[in-house]
């Protein structure tokens, strides 16, 4: 099969390709590689919350969990990260019907909730640095900003790698390809949603409790 | 005849709108009523920290399920071998850190502590 003709493949061609016959086997296999990655990056997360867990009475005279939380903003975060995840969750579904549009539709609306959830989290943590409780205030505050920090650093590239791929769908439409990064980039996204349940839980709502 | 039988069953597992609407309800119903008892403080500390706790490992399955799939594979189920070992891994991990920790804690006073950093050339607390 020469290059033309895999350009010129009709559509329906590709989608029964890609997502009929073959479908279940050939997203599979293309995401079991990414699949271990998750995983062991869900071991290095479960590394930081031992040294928070360890770490998290060490407040040596600085401010507690219970003084510098907002549970509020928090609630919000975690709500818009979660809507976020269930609306890449649609893109992959738009993606296997073969609606580009409704991909590229999802893919804003996952961005800007993905985008509002970064905003709160930086937000707080400036916040928490101008009032001067920084990592370097207290053992505590050092695990906290590290595993909530990792957390928003892979928020961040999470937001780069879809925004990469709304402009390879709107230039090149949903090929083998895209469908594949597509797939491996919902996967992240419902990762990161996942290791975000137990920030909320543990830090935030564990801490505010005063444990 | 078997491989219409096992396309159809590929498509009866195969994630649709309905499994990704339900999880999607099911952890806002998890987030929610665990943000709720927090705040309200309706029962003791201890029954707090159990309940949020709980609903935190329901929503991690919930969103394993109906968002990552995890389970839907078809055999054999290398996803699932890779995240039990994982899942032992971080047990391990987690378990044995403050398990470790605290016995440390336990085993030294301050007054150790204050001493052992004076013969260390530390000057103390």
Redesign the interface.
């Known amino acids: 099969m020469d290059e033309l003709e895999v350009k010129t493949i009709s559509h329906k061609k590709l989608l029964n390709r890609l997502y009929k016959k073959e479908?279940?086997?050939f997203f599979?296999t293309a995401s079991?590689g990414f699949?271990?990655y998750l995983?062991?990056d869900?071991?290095l997360f479960?590394?930081l919350?031992?040294?928070y867990?360890?770490l998290e009475g060490n407040t040596f005279g600085g401010p507690s969990g219970q003084q510098i939380f907002n549970?509020n903003n928090v609630?919000i975060e975690?709500?818009a990260l979660?809507?976020s995840?269930?609306t890449m969750?649609?893109a992959?579904?738009s993606m296997?019907k073969g609606h580009r549009n409704k991909v590229l539709l999802y893919l804003v609306i996952s961005f800007l909730l993905g985008a509002v959830f970064l905003t709160i989290e930086m937000n707080e943590f400036s916040h928490l640095i101008s009032i001067g409780d920084s990592w370097r205030r207290s053992g505590f505050l050092s695990a906290f900003f590290v595993l909530v920090g990792t957390h928003g650093l892979h928020i961040t590239v999470g937001l780069i790698w879809m925004a990469i791929m709304f402009f390879k769908v709107l230039k090149s439409g949903l090929s083998e390809s895209n469908a594949r990064r597509l797939t491996l980039m919902s996967?992240f996204w419902?990762?990161l949603?996942?290791v975000w349940?137990?920030i909320?839980?543990?830090v935030y709502?564990?801490g505010?409790?005063g444990? | 005849m078997s491989q219409i039988k096992s396309y159809n069953q590929h498509n009866k597992l195969e994630a649709n709108f309905k499994t990704y609407l339900i999880g999607f309800i099911l952890s806002l119903f998890f987030t929610l009523s665990a943000y709720f008892i927090t705040i309200k403080h309706a029962f003791t500390k201890d029954t707090i920290i159990v309940l949020i706790s709980l609903a935190a490992v329901i929503q991690f399955a919930i969103q394993l399920l109906f968002f990552l799939h995890l389970g839907k594979e078809s055999r054999p189920r290398y996803r699932l071998l890779v995240f039990s070992i994982m899942l032992l891994i971080v047990l391990i991990l987690v378990i044995g850190s403050l398990w470790i920790m605290s016995n440390l804690n336990h085993n030294m006073t301050i007054k150790q502590m204050e001493e052992y950093m004076v013969q260390q050339g530390n000057g103390g607390i």
């Open positions: 479908a279940p086997k599979e079991f699949f271990v995983m062991t869900l071991v479960a590394s919350f031992a040294v867990a360890v549970l609630l975690t709500l979660l809507t995840s269930f969750g649609l992959i579904l296997k996967m419902h990762f949603d996942i349940i137990f909320f839980t543990i709502l564990y505010v409790l444990l």
